[in-house]
């Protein structure tokens, strides 16, 4: 297993990264679909991925309502592992019911949250924090304000933000610098070799400010994995059930799907683990999420890590998946790479 720094942290994180939104939710409809999983078996899939070197665990209040997070906390106590060896995030933002203040990254929702995530984990500060998503209503230096002061409290040790814009991550990190404040370090964001939208913004202004980049939906809940066929065919668990979201292009879906078959046979290697290993390969990666409902799961998508892709092989799945290029960028192409060289 190979290590990164967490954006322009010191911390070291796996650059696979286990997701646990299958945990709990046995009794959700919803959270069942996802994987419902019980202690026992989330105690498996932890322990089978902490012995093979991921020191990175990624979850979230609004994950079963707050079961997945009591599930990681327990299976950490169950298998008796060190805290100072695992890496623990966790997020809010996302409802945690009915009232107008129970979501949001206002100073009475993120203090409310930081206090419940403790105890459900059962620990005493978390690695990394993000807020789940903009909110809107709040304004940032209130948000990062807060966050820093729980930084200072000993609470959080470093801090995040999932589904940003990058000029909301910017103006973020702009009022912390102005103010002193503790800055987010990573942004968790959906990047596949089908669906690319970060790479027009958010991936380049990642690079240029050091930040980090934890990827959600790199199999797009299996559509990616080759269990699934253009014609409807298909079978397995995926969390997609085979049905591609109404915002992605089917054919060029199922085209990406086919340039991934193609590079397994190559490498002797499955799908789900060429999918991964090309987004391993992109520059401001940081770590991949991964989920899993089975050890067996979590033994095929840290395979990923052992994949060697040629530049060839990597380019033929980059070239079916790339983005359109839009008229702005377009036109200005050749003045701006004019000055490539000496970047």
Same mark, same amino acid.
């Given at each position: =297993?190979? !290590?990164?720094?967490?954006?322009?942290?010191?911390?070291?994180?796996?650059?696979?990264?286990?997701?646990?939104?299958?945990?709990? *939710?046995?009794?959700?409809?919803? +959270?069942?679909?996802?994987?419902?999983?019980?202690?026992?078996?989330?105690?498996?899939?932890?322990?089978?991925?902490?012995?093979?070197?991921?020191?990175?665990?990624?979850?979230?209040?609004? !994950?079963?309502? /707050? &079961?997945?997070?009591?599930?990681? $906390?327990?299976?950490?106590?169950?298998?008796?592992?060190?805290?100072?060896?695992?890496?623990?995030?966790?997020?809010?933002?996302?409802? =945690? /019911?009915?009232?107008?203040?129970?979501?949001?990254?206002?100073?009475?929702?993120?203090?409310?949250?930081?206090?419940?995530?403790?105890?459900?984990?059962?620990?005493?500060?978390?690695?990394?924090? =993000?807020?789940?998503?903009?909110?809107?209503?709040?304004?940032?230096?209130?948000?990062? &304000? #807060?966050?820093?002061?729980?930084?200072?409290?000993?609470?959080?040790?470093?801090?995040?933000?999932?589904?940003?814009?990058?000029?909301?991550? =910017?103006?973020?990190?702009?009022?912390?610098?102005? /103010?002193?404040?503790?800055?987010?370090?990573?942004?968790?964001?959906?990047?596949?070799?089908? #669906?690319?939208?970060?790479?027009?913004?958010?991936?380049?202004?990642?690079?240029?400010?050091?930040?980090?980049?934890?990827? +959600?939906?790199?199999?797009?809940?299996?559509?990616?994995?080759?269990?699934?066929?253009?014609?409807?065919?298909?079978? *397995?668990?995926?969390?997609? *059930?085979?049905?591609?979201?109404?915002? %992605?292009?089917?054919?060029?879906?199922?085209? %990406?799907?086919?340039?991934?078959?193609?590079?397994?046979?190559?490498?002797?290697?499955?799908?789900?683990?060429?999918?991964?290993?090309?987004?391993?390969?992109?520059?401001?990666? #940081?770590?991949?999420?991964? $989920?899993?409902?089975?050890?067996?799961?979590?033994?095929?998508?840290?395979?990923?890590?052992? %994949?060697?892709?040629?530049?060839?092989?990597?380019?033929?799945?980059?070239?079916?998946?790339?983005?359109?290029?839009? !008229? *702005?960028?377009?036109?200005?192409?050749?003045?701006?790479?004019?000055?490539?060289? !000496?970047?």
């Amino acid at each position: =297993m190979r !290590y990164k720094r967490l954006g322009n942290s010191g911390l070291l994180v796996s650059e696979l990264c286990l997701g646990t939104n299958t945990f709990g *939710g046995a009794d959700s409809p919803f +959270w069942s679909t996802l994987g419902g999983l019980r202690q026992p078996d989330v105690d498996r899939i932890v322990g089978h991925a902490v012995d093979s070197g991921i020191n990175f665990l990624d979850t979230a209040d609004v !994950y079963a309502a /707050g &079961e997945s997070e009591q599930c990681v $906390g327990q299976a950490i106590r169950n298998l008796a592992i060190d805290r100072a060896d695992i890496v623990i995030a966790t997020k809010a933002g996302g409802r =945690m /019911g009915p009232g107008p203040n129970q979501l949001g990254a206002s100073r009475a929702h993120l203090l409310r949250s930081v206090h419940d995530s403790l105890r459900r984990l059962n620990v005493d500060y978390l690695d990394l924090f =993000m807020i789940h998503y903009f909110d809107p209503a709040t304004p940032l230096e209130e948000s990062m &304000e #807060t966050l820093d002061g729980l930084v200072r409290a000993g609470k959080i040790r470093y801090l995040g933000c999932s589904n940003f814009a990058a000029w909301q991550v =910017m103006k973020a990190n702009g009022i912390a610098a102005l /103010g002193s404040l503790a800055r987010l370090e990573v942004i968790e964001a959906n990047w596949s070799a089908a #669906t690319r939208g970060i790479e027009r913004e958010i991936a380049p202004m990642a690079r240029d400010q050091k930040l980090g980049i934890l990827a +959600w939906g790199p199999l797009l809940g299996g559509l990616l994995s080759g269990k699934y066929s253009r014609d409807g065919g298909g079978a *397995g668990e995926g969390r997609s *059930g085979g049905n591609v979201p109404p915002v %992605v292009d089917r054919d060029k879906l199922f085209d %990406v799907v086919e340039a991934i078959g193609v590079v397994a046979a190559e490498v002797g290697a499955t799908s789900a683990q060429v999918a991964l290993a090309w987004l391993l390969r992109q520059e401001p990666i #940081t770590s991949v999420l991964f $989920g899993a409902r089975s050890v067996a799961q979590v033994d095929d998508n840290l395979g990923a890590a052992k %994949v060697v892709l040629s530049d060839e092989q990597a380019a033929a799945i980059n070239a079916v998946g790339d983005l359109t290029m839009d !008229y *702005g960028p377009w036109a200005v192409r050749g003045s701006s790479s004019a000055r490539d060289s !000496y970047v």
